[in-house]
């Protein structure tokens, strides 16, 4: 499957490095006889400790052609977060690119693992050997919590990818795939598995770039235009900075955009619209569980709608009262058309489980039906709308509160460059809302304004009780914001005193 395959030309736009399919397939056919020199086995963990490389995609192809499973991991983890990595995957192989560091290099050591910098592979005559992969072999380990405590690795067969990309092939087509480019994190589903894999392996060209580098957002209209651009997938925080320092493409190559990952607002949503010159703007819902796209917004007439998502993508959706006891049909506790519940898919893109941990799989997947732990609910037109996540919810003396919606009025504030709601505990209501922000000015009478912004958008038992003004608000390797993480940065530093500063206007 993985040799003379079909797949587009690779590109890294700011070294100028291009690999033709040619040139692809013996990147791949070198690797395969150096990972088996190195005493590789069918059925290894192998991780790949850096990412958004063209040598990054003959890794992993190699791998799977010698029926190994790809662990790729955030390159910017430390060494202890490596080893606690390793301690539950056991790998047989480090993958690497230019100097290791020497602490990580003990690491390897201690635990018997073999590195191997592939960006020096020998470029000898080769004789390949033969596939050892099955389509229910597993094929990729994506860890998505627990590099410092209980590592959480979502295990996708070769099965499971190529239902992802088959539904994603009938629900979108490929055509505006042609010229893809990523600048998301090739170490997590939704940069690796639907950004690059999905169009790459069907031929379509890749252009790969730093992930959320800002120096790259500065230039992402003129790279764009310069290397004729047909389709990009972001996150929100991307747009948060590209739309106040990038210029927008001006030569009209781009057919679609999607964005994912987290919540995307109307308002947001209609900027990239603006800033991009095409209405395909989609929404998508991506969970690394299913193999990231299960869902979104398709059609070239687009209307924003905050908490929109859209259709299923190859999947099935039902929102359920019930979180913790389901029937095998699924059916009994079902809500009704656009009463709010909890979401559950049921895809051929699921995941096999959770590494190791039968227990976290039980609780998750049940009758094949997965527990997302996010809330929503379902329109009369079938389309998906998202609210929030259940551990977000913020329970105010009885009152339900989303933090999203908080959050989408107050980034339409001229002076909000960042936001993030969350709750606090609270002895009165046990629950309150805080905000963390950062704003372009910080003057006394931003924030009044800002509060009577608030005050005009949102009922009263929305509001804030606590703010807090951070220079920026911290996100996960993948750009998404941790709320609980944003919740505790807060806690060690003093509100703002918002009634002084009301008194004083």
């Known amino acids: 499957m993985f040799i003379n395959l079909n797949v587009g030309t690779l590109h890294e736009p700011l070294t100028g490095r291009r690999w033709e399919p040619d040139r692809i397939n013996l990147e791949i056919s070198r690797r395969l006889v150096h990972f088996q020199r190195s005493q590789f086995e069918t059925g290894d963990c192998v991780f790949i400790g850096y990412g958004n490389r063209l040598e990054f995609f003959a890794d992993l192809l190699a791998i799977w052609y010698l029926g190994g499973v790809a662990v790729p991991i955030d390159g910017r983890l430390t060494p202890f977060e490596i080893e606690t990595l390793i301690g539950t995957a056991t790998p047989s192989l480090f993958l690497y690119q230019g100097e290791m560091d020497h602490s990580l290099a003990l690491v390897l050591k201690n635990h018997n693992v073999t590195s191997l910098d592939t960006g020096a592979i020998p470029k000898d005559s080769v004789e390949i050997p033969s596939s050892r992969y099955a389509l229910d072999d597993d094929a990729l380990i994506l860890f998505t919590s627990g590099s410092t405590g209980d590592p959480k690795g979502v295990v996708h067969t070769h099965r499971s990818l190529c239902a992802r990309w088959t539904t994603l092939e009938q629900a979108l087509g490929i055509e505006s795939y042609r010229r893809t480019l990523c600048l998301l994190p090739t170490h997590f589903g939704h940069g690796l598995i639907c950004n690059c894999l999905y169009p790459w392996l069907a031929g379509q060209d890749l252009f790969i770039l730093p992930p959320f580098s800002p120096d790259v957002i500065m230039r992402l209209g003129s790279l764009i235009d310069e290397h004729k651009i047909t389709f990009m997938s972001s996150v929100p925080s991307v747009w948060n900075l590209a739309l106040k320092i990038a210029r927008a493409p001006e030569k009209r190559t781009l057919k679609r955009i999607t964005c994912g990952s987290a919540p ?64 095998e049909s699924l059916s009994v506790e079902e809500c009704k058309v656009g009463e709010t519940g909890m979401v559950w898919l049921h895809t051929p893109a699921l995941m096999k489980g959770y590494f190791k941990r039968q227990d976290l799989t039980d609780a998750a997947i049940h009758q094949g039906w997965f527990k997302t732990g996010d809330i929503g609910m379902v329109d009369d037109r079938g389309r998906l709308f998202l609210k929030g996540r259940e551990r977000d919810e913020i329970n105010k003396g009885g009152f339900k509160v989303f933090p999203a919606d908080i959050d989408e009025i107050v980034e339409q504030f ?89 008194r004083g206007q």
Request: hydrophobic share 35%; proline share 3%.
């Open 264 to 327: 995307l607002s109307a308002y947001l949503w209609r900027q990239i619209q603006d800033w991009s010159g095409i209405k395909e703007v989609f929404n998508t819902y991506g969970i690394t569980e299913t193999g990231s796209w299960v869902a979104g917004t398709t059609g070239s007439e687009v209307v924003p709608e905050s908490g929109l998502i859209g259709e299923p993508w190859g999947a099935t959706i039902k929102i359920m009262k019930a979180v913790e006891t389901v029937d």
């Open 414 to 502: 001229s002076s909000t460059s960042d936001v993030c709601t969350f709750g606090f505990e609270d002895d009165f209501y046990g629950e309150n809302v805080g905000m963390a922000l950062v704003l372009s000015n910080t003057s006394e009478q931003t924030i009044c304004s800002l509060y009577e912004w608030i005050r005009s958008h949102l009922a009263q038992h929305k509001h804030p009780e606590r703010w807090y003004l951070l220079d920026e608000i911290p996100r996960t390797s993948r750009g998404k914001i941790n709320r609980d993480s944003v919740m505790q940065e807060c806690m060690k530093q003093s509100p703002l005193n918002l009634r002084d500063l009301l």
